[in-house]
């Protein structure tokens, strides 16, 4: 009976704190987009550290579930954007999907390296986590590169109703060198996403190590 009430515990302080990533997911996008004009997108920071503390059941739940709820508020009632342009924003929630399933097989591989990096934190036994983080980094910004730009193009062909987006400034300049649409609508992301999910990855892995710290390791639970 202590075990499941232990388990239903973990499982309510998994969600809460979901919950708590999300709003700061759109907090933060809100903070650097809106009011600091900053060209990043700085959306799933606290959805990758959900992802390195609970897996990818916390990951689903921050990113995919929970996040484009915070969003559409944010969009219709901060921003002001009509319903129509909010709920075209959540289908870039696709993206989210294919980071969150990639950071978790990632982390999964680089459980060995972590353990040791935990359990005798030091510059050289971070080294090897971070050497893999990196190229997390780059399949990350790869993979929602193409995601993205393969969304926003097939937006474009059915003329979905867009917001202003940091990458339109580069399709803007790929465009007027001929560079065809569906190139251009990934190319443009590249240069953000190379250091939006440089801080997103090592953002979120730091922030992943304070819940952790703090008594919320959730491994056991994972999907």
């Known amino acids: 009976m202590n075990g499941i009430q232990s388990r239903i515990t973990v499982i309510g302080k998994i969600i809460i704190l979901?919950?708590?990533?999300?709003?700061?997911?759109?907090?933060?996008?809100?903070?650097?987009?809106?009011?600091?004009?900053?060209?990043?997108?700085?959306?799933?920071?606290?959805?990758?550290?959900?992802?390195?503390?609970?897996?990818?059941?916390?990951?689903?739940?921050?990113?995919?579930?929970?996040?484009?709820?915070?969003f559409f508020l944010v969009c219709k009632y901060l921003l002001g954007l009509p319903y129509e342009i909010s709920w075209v924003r959540n289908i870039f929630t696709i993206c989210v999907l294919a980071e969150i399933l990639l950071v978790c097989f990632f982390h999964a591989k680089i459980k060995p390296r972590e353990e040791v990096f935990l359990q005798k934190p030091s510059l050289n036994s971070f080294i090897g986590v971070g050497t893999h983080l990196l190229v997390l980094v780059a399949l990350d910004c790869i993979v929602v590169s193409v995601c993205g730009g393969t969304i926003d193009f097939i937006l474009n062909k059915i003329s979905a109703p867009l917001a202003y987006s940091p990458e339109d400034t580069f399709e803007l300049g790929l465009l007027h060198n001929n560079i065809p649409l569906f190139a251009t609508a990934v190319l443009a992301r590249i240069p953000i996403n190379i250091v939006d999910r440089f801080f997103a990855v090592f953002g979120g892995y730091g922030l992943s190590l304070v819940f952790r710290r703090h008594r919320l390791n959730f491994f056991s639970l994972r999907a």
Do not use: H
Not at 34 to 58: E, N, R, S
Not at 62 to 67: I, V
């Open 18 to 70: 979901c919950a708590i990533c999300a709003l700061c997911n759109a907090a933060l996008s809100y903070l650097l987009n809106t009011l600091l004009k900053v060209p990043l997108y700085a959306d799933t920071i606290f959805t990758v550290a959900m992802c390195f503390t609970a897996g990818v059941f916390a990951g689903i739940l921050t990113g995919a579930a929970l996040s484009p709820l915070a």
